[in-house]
């Protein structure tokens, strides 16, 4: 008798609760259900009263789940809007619409973690709970718009990476993209870019299939060939092409552009006017990292000392120390002769090398020369050497060096460097079709 009772008692609260929600009619709404990664992102519970707390949950599907969460306390009318509102806690602070996206950690204690994965698409449930009661749930699908570009590898004589292009005849307006020190490419960034109107090629120069392995006497003749055939590819708008780089990568695409005259605009992210020694096998590194008809160009050496294994490394520091040489005269890319406007992307915080620094004397070099086309300087407080794509979590930990084992710290914080990734791929997107666009001939 007495277990009867506590079944109806129960039954009876459970009642209240349904009824409680379905009388104020609490609505999760997430849109857009399906969109690209980078479009902008909608979270809004309704039907709540004024100051009731509810917290809101996403989590990224897949083998190696990624999670996120905050609570909030609904406003004067009722209503939690990720996009005005600011957490009372949770996996992130501020307003931020992106905020459960980007503050997403993995699974496990991260202490091993890359950043999470980007596949072709990503599926991402949002859940809203009023205490322990599921008041809804939504899912939205994140693509790099599969549905919207082509994809086709490149094997031509010696060149080697991918070639994306916006699905259509064209002709379109090309980008030439470089990875930094990891070398490869990253097929993600390059597809999404061209999802908003671009060819892009995402183009290997060492460490990828049978490549060099090492960013080591590379030579420029190399990607003088990359530019002549990408001219000649179907539907490409051979007067309309630009180059964006990463890190070293950057450094590279500086150097490309002044020259190669054929690239009309240049975007580094964490740049360097200057060159610098390789990358190869043996450090301390002392060699050249390009070449040009088969001699190495002048380059600085990081003067940095040895380092025990394991040991956590910030290395601006030796880079500045390297800024002292008197090589720099002969080290300095000469940028002054790109032949187009320039963007330049920098954190105020990086630990791999002091990228505002490098940036703010290129723009220096370019004003003093009285570069012909327009330069701009982007640069972010609190933001690392790292970046991430928006609505992509922003996770990163020190990262083994391959040649000696130390821990390579790249600096920024979280928060940070979300928002000024969002911000700084969207703006290379306008600098990227403002510059390509006023290229007549």
């Given at each position: 008798m007495l277990a009867y009772f506590v079944m109806r008692l129960l039954f009876a609260s459970l009642l209240v609760q349904l009824y409680a929600v379905a009388a104020f009619g609490q609505t999760l709404v997430v849109t857009p259900k399906k969109a690209l990664l980078d479009a902008?992102?909608?979270i809004k519970v309704t039907g709540l009263k004024p100051g009731q707390a509810i917290d809101l949950r996403a989590q990224l599907q897949g083998p190696r789940p990624w999670s996120s969460s905050a609570r909030f306390l609904a406003n004067a009318k009722g209503v939690v809007d990720v996009a005005e509102l600011a957490p009372q806690w949770g996996t992130y602070a501020g307003v931020s619409a992106s905020g459960l996206f980007w503050s997403m950690y993995p699974a496990d204690d991260g202490s091993q973690s890359v950043p999470a994965p980007l596949e072709l698409s990503r599926t991402v449930e949002v859940a809203a709970y009023l205490g322990e009661q599921l008041l809804g749930r939504e899912t939205i699908v994140q693509t790099l718009g599969g549905e919207v570009t082509t994809r086709t590898p490149v094997e031509h004589s010696r060149l080697r990476g991918v070639l994306f292009k916006p699905v259509g005849a064209g002709p379109f307006p090309a980008v030439i993209e470089l990875q930094g020190s990891g070398g490869g490419i990253s097929e993600a960034r390059s597809r999404l870019l061209a999802a908003h109107g671009f060819a892009v090629l995402a183009l290997a120069y060492f460490a990828y299939e049978d490549l060099p392995r090492t960013l080591d006497s590379i030579p420029l003749e190399y990607f003088e060939t990359a530019i002549t055939w990408l001219s000649g590819q179907p539907g490409i708008q051979a007067n309309q092409m630009a180059v964006v780089g990463y890190s070293r990568g950057a450094e590279l695409a500086l150097l490309l552009g002044s020259r190669f005259p054929q690239l009309r605009a240049v975007v580094g992210r964490s740049p360097s006017g200057f060159i610098w020694s390789s990358l190869g096998s043996n450090p301390p590194?002392?060699?050249?990292?390009?070449?040009?008809?088969?001699?190495?160009l002048p380059y600085l050496k990081d003067q940095r000392g040895g380092v025990p294994a394991?040991?956590?490394v910030a290395r601006t520091p030796s880079f500045l120390r390297s800024l002292q040489d008197q090589a720099t005269v002969e080290a300095r890319i000469p940028v002054e002769k790109i032949n187009g406007p320039i963007l330049l992307l920098s954190g105020q915080d990086d630990e791999l090398w002091p990228s505002s620094l490098l940036s703010e004397m290129i723009v220096q070099s370019l004003k003093e020369?009285?570069?012909?086309?327009?330069?701009?300087?982007?640069?972010y407080p609190a933001v690392g050497h790292l970046w991430t794509l928006p609505n992509a979590p922003s996770f990163f930990v020190p990262r083994p060096n391959t040649n000696s084992g130390f821990l390579l710290m790249f600096g920024g914080a979280r928060r940070e460097t979300a928002l000024a990734s969002q911000d700084s791929w969207f703006k290379t997107i306008a600098f990227l079709r403002s510059a390509l666009s006023q290229i007549k001939n």
């Amino acid at each position: 008798m007495l277990a009867y009772f506590v079944m109806r008692l129960l039954f009876a609260s459970l009642l209240v609760q349904l009824y409680a929600v379905a009388a104020f009619g609490q609505t999760l709404v997430v849109t857009p259900k399906k969109a690209l990664l980078d479009a902008p992102i909608s979270i809004k519970v309704t039907g709540l009263k004024p100051g009731q707390a509810i917290d809101l949950r996403a989590q990224l599907q897949g083998p190696r789940p990624w999670s996120s969460s905050a609570r909030f306390l609904a406003n004067a009318k009722g209503v939690v809007d990720v996009a005005e509102l600011a957490p009372q806690w949770g996996t992130y602070a501020g307003v931020s619409a992106s905020g459960l996206f980007w503050s997403m950690y993995p699974a496990d204690d991260g202490s091993q973690s890359v950043p999470a994965p980007l596949e072709l698409s990503r599926t991402v449930e949002v859940a809203a709970y009023l205490g322990e009661q599921l008041l809804g749930r939504e899912t939205i699908v994140q693509t790099l718009g599969g549905e919207v570009t082509t994809r086709t590898p490149v094997e031509h004589s010696r060149l080697r990476g991918v070639l994306f292009k916006p699905v259509g005849a064209g002709p379109f307006p090309a980008v030439i993209e470089l990875q930094g020190s990891g070398g490869g490419i990253s097929e993600a960034r390059s597809r999404l870019l061209a999802a908003h109107g671009f060819a892009v090629l995402a183009l290997a120069y060492f460490a990828y299939e049978d490549l060099p392995r090492t960013l080591d006497s590379i030579p420029l003749e190399y990607f003088e060939t990359a530019i002549t055939w990408l001219s000649g590819q179907p539907g490409i708008q051979a007067n309309q092409m630009a180059v964006v780089g990463y890190s070293r990568g950057a450094e590279l695409a500086l150097l490309l552009g002044s020259r190669f005259p054929q690239l009309r605009a240049v975007v580094g992210r964490s740049p360097s006017g200057f060159i610098w020694s390789s990358l190869g096998s043996n450090p301390p590194h002392s060699g050249p990292a390009w070449t040009w008809q088969g001699l190495p160009l002048p380059y600085l050496k990081d003067q940095r000392g040895g380092v025990p294994a394991g040991q956590l490394v910030a290395r601006t520091p030796s880079f500045l120390r390297s800024l002292q040489d008197q090589a720099t005269v002969e080290a300095r890319i000469p940028v002054e002769k790109i032949n187009g406007p320039i963007l330049l992307l920098s954190g105020q915080d990086d630990e791999l090398w002091p990228s505002s620094l490098l940036s703010e004397m290129i723009v220096q070099s370019l004003k003093e020369r009285r570069h012909a086309f327009p330069v701009e300087h982007l640069s972010y407080p609190a933001v690392g050497h790292l970046w991430t794509l928006p609505n992509a979590p922003s996770f990163f930990v020190p990262r083994p060096n391959t040649n000696s084992g130390f821990l390579l710290m790249f600096g920024g914080a979280r928060r940070e460097t979300a928002l000024a990734s969002q911000d700084s791929w969207f703006k290379t997107i306008a600098f990227l079709r403002s510059a390509l666009s006023q290229i007549k001939n």
